[in-house]
């Protein structure tokens, strides 16, 4: 029977998403736009808007449309089981120790806990942005620090104050340092941690995105 060891050297797996650039969303590639960009304006660009704005606030309201609609636009999210949580003062994800998450010897596969750092990462900044803006992830850094034999908790802290940010009502990067910690069963126990990230989100108007596209028409 093979056994992991607790003790484990540090690990820094470098995800980049998006290439950490100071572009703004004037200046991003035709497939990094959202796909409202590609729908002229007229009554059918209205219409769109609408669908979109409603169906954005629906994806907030709890946990039971998030999963709705993670099933159709984000289905990793949907099967990995990640919602979120305020176990405190401060808003946390958690991830359930499920079969889609395990790797072969039992553990918290690396690949679900790093990519649902961006999911837990995005879940946040959009929570709080609301369906008003788009929000991209421009880095994404983990670091494993031993291995994961239960449910996962992400707190996320950001560097920046996002409310003093959104007043201001351009175009903004967030940067969040999430603790993933092993949530244990037993009382009295604290939870382990098991890994830190560092991810970078870039946060857009949708106005601001389409008065850029309309320039771009207008060339």
């Known amino acids: 029977m093979s056994t992991v060891p607790v003790n484990q050297p540090e690990i820094t797996s470098p995800v980049a998403p998006l290439p950490p650039t100071d572009e703004t969303s004037e200046d991003r590639a035709p497939s990094q736009l959202p796909i409202g960009a590609y729908i002229p304006p007229g009554r059918l660009s209205r219409w769109y808007d609408k669908i979109e704005a409603f169906i954005s606030r629906l994806s907030v309201r709890d946990n039971f449309w998030h999963r709705i609609c993670s099933l159709i636009w984000l289905p990793q999210a949907f099967f990995s089981g990640i919602k979120m949580r305020a176990l405190d003062a401060n808003t946390s994800a958690i991830l359930p120790f499920r079969r889609f998450n395990r790797n072969w010897y039992r553990a918290m596969a690396g690949g679900a806990l790093l990519a649902n750092s961006e999911i837990a990462g995005g879940m946040y900044v959009f929570g709080i942005c609301g369906g008003?803006?788009?929000?991209?992830?421009?880095?994404?850094?983990?670091?494993?620090?031993?291995?994961?034999?239960?449910?996962?908790?992400?707190?996320?802290?950001?560097?920046?104050?996002?409310?003093?940010?959104?007043?201001?009502?351009?175009?903004?990067?967030?940067?969040?340092?999430?603790?993933?910690?092993?949530?244990?069963?037993?009382?009295?126990?604290?939870?382990?941690?098991?890994?830190?990230?560092?991810?970078?989100?870039?946060?857009?108007?949708?106005?601001?995105?389409?008065?850029?596209?309309?320039?771009?028409?207008?060339?």
Do not use: W
């Open 132 to 219: 008003a803006y788009t929000v991209v992830c421009k880095h994404l850094e983990y670091t494993f620090l031993r291995p994961c034999f239960g449910p996962a908790v992400y707190k996320m802290n950001p560097r920046e104050d996002i409310h003093k940010l959104l007043a201001v009502g351009q175009e903004f990067n967030i940067t969040l340092d999430l603790e993933i910690l092993q949530q244990v069963s037993q009382p009295g126990e604290r939870d382990r941690r098991v890994g830190r990230c560092e991810a970078t989100f870039h946060v857009t108007p949708k106005t601001q995105v389409k008065a850029n596209l309309a320039r771009r028409r207008a060339r």
